[in-house]
């Protein structure tokens, strides 16, 4: 055999067994991802429809709201990282997210509606209402429209409206309108591969400066990447994360609001939520806010302080939280 076909024939087999062997870490990794979302749920029927929910822990009653990219099992994260233990948490799946299906009207009055029959569905009179995100769009209208459900509201990173707001697409990089396709295009292998090629696009992509990422403490590091993670599988959310993408948001009655809230956010968050949560507690009745210099959209480094200044407020508000 000739030395040029046997250098082509190698380099072939290398090609082919490079090529199994990323096929076989994103097929093992995909099957890890499916089963953290499997046999963890229950899908109950509501007067608005079916809903997909989880429950953890006992104390006093707490829906989570997850955001983009998330479902129950985000919700339930978030909910222990900023909160611990001694809460019974409610974390369901918004609409498109996982096993919740999308339906005509997802807006977040109708979303709203969703969680209080939800509420109606597990027989729990009120709760403490924790909405992180894009998630904040829908716990803000519960507390509007349905402010007999809700003992206190907490709105991290709030993705709600503002006067004057800026389009999504032109606060980011100019990767974000590729990452978006292939989210909305639920493309589980291209996540995978950049997480693994180019991670910092992904960090950027859920709204994180990747500087302050790489300036974070091994510990932080991995909670960035976990949460980056924690998407897939992609195609099992990208309807949600479709409709939250596409967000019609609109000037509320804050001054209406009668419900003890508490606002949290960065300067640097990249999709900028600053504005939001400052116009949001500028017009909600007695509403706290706290802003961090930086944090970006996950409040990197902030991690104790969250939890401090949602225990305080909690217990302000006259709900502590149960036995540990």
Do not use: C
Not at 74 to 92: C, I, K, R, Y
Not at 207 to 218: F, K, Q, R, W
């Amino acid at each position: 055999m000739k030395p040029l076909r046997v250098a082509a024939l190698a380099g072939l087999v290398v090609l082919v067994v490079a090529g199994v062997t990323i096929y076989l870490s994103f097929a093992a990794d995909m099957r890890k991802a499916y089963a953290a979302i499997t046999g963890r749920s229950a899908v109950v029927e509501t007067a608005a429809g079916p809903i997909e929910y989880a429950e953890a822990g006992s104390g006093p009653d707490l829906l989570t709201i997850h955001g983009a990219g998330g479902g129950f099992d985000q919700g339930l994260d978030n909910a222990a990282s900023m909160l611990g233990t001694g809460f019974h948490l409610v974390s369901p799946s918004r609409f498109g997210y996982l096993a919740t299906p999308a339906p005509q009207d997802v807006s977040p009055a109708a979303q709203a509606d969703a969680h209080a029959a939800l509420l109606d569905a597990l027989d729990i009179e009120r709760a403490v209402i924790l909405g992180v995100s894009a998630g904040t769009r829908s716990a803000l209208e519960l507390a509007l429209r349905h402010p007999d459900r809700v003992s206190a509201l907490v709105l991290v990173v709030p993705a709600t409206y503002a006067a004057d707001m800026v389009p999504l697409e032109t606060q980011r990089e100019a990767d974000f309108p590729f990452v978006l396709w292939l989210v909305n295009a639920g493309a589980d292998f291209a996540w995978w591969a950049l997480e693994h090629v180019s991670p910092d696009t992904l960090i950027r992509f859920i709204g994180v400066p990747p500087e302050l990422v790489h300036d974070a403490s091994p510990a932080e590091q991995e909670a960035v990447m976990t949460m980056v993670r924690s998407i897939e599988p992609l195609s099992a959310r990208f309807a949600g994360i479709n409709i939250d993408s596409n967000p019609d948001l609109t000037e509320r009655p804050l001054e209406s609001l009668a419900v003890p809230t508490l606002l949290i956010t960065a300067k640097d968050d990249l999709f900028n939520t600053w504005p939001s949560a400052e116009y949001a507690a500028a017009h909600i009745p007695g509403a706290r806010l706290i802003v961090y210099e930086r944090g970006g959209h996950l409040l990197v480094g902030h991690g104790e302080a969250v939890r401090k200044e949602i225990a305080d407020f909690l217990a302000e508000a006259g709900v502590a939280a149960g036995r540990k």
